[in-house]
Nanobody, 131 residues
Framework: VQLQAFGGGLVQAGASLRLSCAAS?????????????MGWFRQASGKERESVAS????????YYADALKGRFTISRDNAKNTVYLQMNSLEPEDTAVYYC????????????????????WGQGTLVTVSS
């Protein structure tokens, strides 16, 4: 599975951005995008990678880091093999490289929020929020 994230950039505090992550390929067991739990993580300079959000196969269940609830929204379009992260009311503290990730195990309706739960990672897209 290959993941490519894009949509990052430099914005001012209070602005919005939408990140996209396009997936292609399949896992060794034959799973394609619609059967993969997807997640977004971020890593600020000098800090550990942290979970942002996760979404189940059909998009029916989502998870958000507590500090981001209400500002960030994860969604997916299985017809386009793409997962999105809508980020509103951005703050300088949101500055980080954002990564999308895919989990090859799990069942329908599940999500995951630990780095170790994910098997495939995109290259990251930088989001910089100026004050």
């Amino acid at each position: 599975v290959q993941l490519q994230a894009f949509g990052g950039g430099l914005v001012q505090a209070g602005a919005s951005l939408r990140l996209s992550c396009a997936a292609s390929g399949r896992t060794p067991s034959g799973r394609t995008f619609s059967a993969l739990v997807m997640g977004w993580f971020r890593q600020a300079s000098g800090k550990e990678r942290e979970s942002v959000a996760s979404i189940s196969w059909a998009g029916t269940r989502t998870y958000y880091a507590d500090a981001l609830k209400g500002r960030f929204t994860i969604s997916r379009d299985n017809a386009k093999n793409t997962v999105y992260l809508q980020m509103n009311s951005l703050e300088p503290e949101d500055t980080a490289v954002y990564y999308c990730a895919a989990r090859s195990s799990g069942v329908s309706g599940s999500y995951a929020y630990e780095v170790r739960d994910y098997d495939y990672w995109g290259q990251g897209t930088l989001v910089t929020v100026s004050s």
